[in-house]
């Protein structure tokens, strides 16, 4: 294993998007339109007494970088080092179906690209203080949410999600004030930064801003920088290059989201500024991960009533997402009928992954056209009880027999399953796999272990209150394996939602702060 022994200023940093793309000169300043430029120049703001609480030792391996004082100085959003150009990107999006308008880096503040040795990754601080696009707000982040983002951006990855990084979480020694639940009760939490990690964070929103606004040279500018260095296999010089640059966006788009219904996973804001031109997952806000087995499950309290990005809904909703991406690209094509195409397309894998996904959550080998009726009659029964789908998924991996009794620890007390019902479609289910199913790709597809919103509260509780961030170092630590059994940590997180977390406020209810 690599030492990581380097320091900031070692790194090789680079600003290709400040260098390709026309951006705003003007050094931070008042909140402000900056319309056909894709960035505005930005100081981060220092924390006042930056302590580097934690630190992923696999990203600092990757960057060479060492954890050290000055380091968490520098994230947590001291002074930047040489190399180092702060910007803030602009980018427009649709929120929960209606167009936004101008939006950008409210409290994200990129430090710049870091050349390695598997390529290039943009470093940003997400929490360091105002931008032109923090409108209103103050830049900054809680403890809250910034130990939620740190713990899932690397859950998500070691479950083989596609997604962002975390390097670091550095507390500010500050307070900042927010509203929870966003219902008049603002109070103020600790505050904290994140370093995150991408091959870029130029999102779906990236691109519709310029299309809306009519910059149609900016929108070229755009989209000849990010194929050049983030998709060098295309040429967008013509309609066929750019028709294939966006199949491939709609197949990661999909692929990702096929991931997500895999682990039971649910963004809870699928805005189009929220979605990454990479298939990447970013942005962790009001997630949360489906424990009762919901379909209409969303996490996030500002999508109660709608439930537009419940559970269910997530493959659609990146349908629609896809959508207004080729809508952006329009005013680059001589046939804009090439389009409708791609959506198409978009539908017809995002479907066949959902299929493929469940088939190796079954264990049923080749999928074939007769195993629908058996998925869906499974989500029907599923959805008829109160079960927790981690831990029904895993348990079925290793049974011999039929029996329902043998996944009884995954429901939940006071909603017990039917029986008949049960053993009727585990018969149908062991037929169909010759009492012989593909267990190792059921262990590979089915978690044992996922960041439980309460699981990631417990870590919060004991950070805020008592300093001590060794839940969360635990929690980093159990989910680099997921897929193994770790008999030493099942009595502890292998467990069903507690009583305790049902209705509290960050395991049930999340806002947009969370």
């Known amino acids: 294993m690599a030492v990581s022994n380097a320091s900031l200023e070692a790194l090789s940093w680079h600003a290709r998007f400040l260098g390709e793309a026309p951006g705003d000169e003007v050094v931070g ?3 402000r339109q900056v319309p056909g430029k894709c960035w505005s120049r930005v100081t981060p703001t220092p924390a006042p007494s930056p302590t580097l609480a934690l630190w992923s030792s696999e990203m600092g391996e990757e960057l060479n970088l060492a954890r050290t004082e000055e380091t968490g100085e520098v994230l947590g959003g001291g002074a930047p080092v040489a190399g180092m150009k702060p910007y803030a990107q602009r980018y427009g999006g649709h929120q929960f179906g209606n167009w936004a308008g101008q939006l950008g880096d409210g409290r994200a503040i990129t430090l710049g690209e870091v050349e390695t040795e598997n390529g290039f990754l943009e470093l940003q601080l ?3 203080g105002r931008t032109p696009y923090s409108r209103t707000a103050d830049g ?12 899932c951006s690397e859950a998500m990855h070691h479950l083989g999600v596609p997604t962002t990084r975390a390097l670091s979480l550095v ?31 130029i999102r779906f929103g990236s691109f519709q801003i310029h299309m809306s606004d009519g910059h149609h040279q900016t929108l070229r500018t755009l989209v000849d920088h990010t194929v050049r260095h983030h998709f060098p296999d295309h040429d967008v010089s013509t309609d066929d290059g750019i028709i294939a640059w966006l199949t491939e966006v709609a197949e990661t788009t999909a692929t990702m989201i096929a991931h997500w219904m895999r682990v039971g996973f649910v963004h809870g804001v699928m805005n189009t500024d929220n979605m990454s031109i990479h298939g990447l997952t970013i942005d962790y806000g009001p997630y949360g991960w489906l424990e009762p087995f919901d379909v209409d499950w969303t996490p996030n309290t500002t999508d109660a009533g709608r439930r537009r990005y419940r559970y269910g809904n997530q493959p659609h909703i990146g349908a629609w997402n896809v959508a207004r991406l080729l809508e952006s690209m329009a005013p680059l094509l001589d046939d804009v009928g090439r389009l409708q195409p791609v959506l198409d397309h978009y539908m017809e894998y995002a479907m066949n992954a959902q299929s493929e996904t469940w088939a190796d959550k079954l264990g049923l080998g080749v999928l074939q056209e007769s195993d629908e ?3 869906n009659d499974l989500l029907a029964l599923l959805g008829a009880t109160e079960v927790d789908m981690t831990i029904f998924f895993r348990h079925l991996c290793s049974i011999t027999q039929p029996d329902i009794t043998h996944l009884s620890d995954a429901f939940y007390e006071g909603d017990e399953p039917s029986e008949t019902a049960w053993n009727a479609w585990l018969g149908r289910w062991w037929e169909r796999v010759k009492e012989d199913p593909d267990r190792d790709t059921m262990r590979k597809t089915n978690p044992k272990y996922v960041l439980r919103n309460w699981m990631a509260q417990l870590a919060i509780d004991s950070a805020e209150e008592h300093g001590d961030f060794s ?4 929690l980093h630590e159990l989910l680099k394996r997921p897929y193994d059994e770790q008999p030493e940590h099942e009595e502890k997180w292998f467990q069903k939602r507690p009583e305790w977390a049902r209705h509290r406020v960050g395991c049930s209810m999340l806002s947009c702060s969370s």
Do not use: H, W
């Open 29 to 31: 300043g008042r909140p």
């Open 126 to 128: 997400k929490g360091a």
């Open 140 to 151: 900054k982040a809680v403890l809250r949410s910034s130990i939620r983002e740190y713990l």
């Open 171 to 201: 507390t500010t020694g500050e307070q900042v004030v927010r509203d929870v639940l966003y219902n008049g009760n603002p109070a103020p939490e600790p505050g904290a930064v994140v370093c995150r990690v991408a091959p870029s964070f």
């Open 373 to 375: 009726p058996l998925v």
């Open 471 to 474: 839940i969360a170092e635990e």
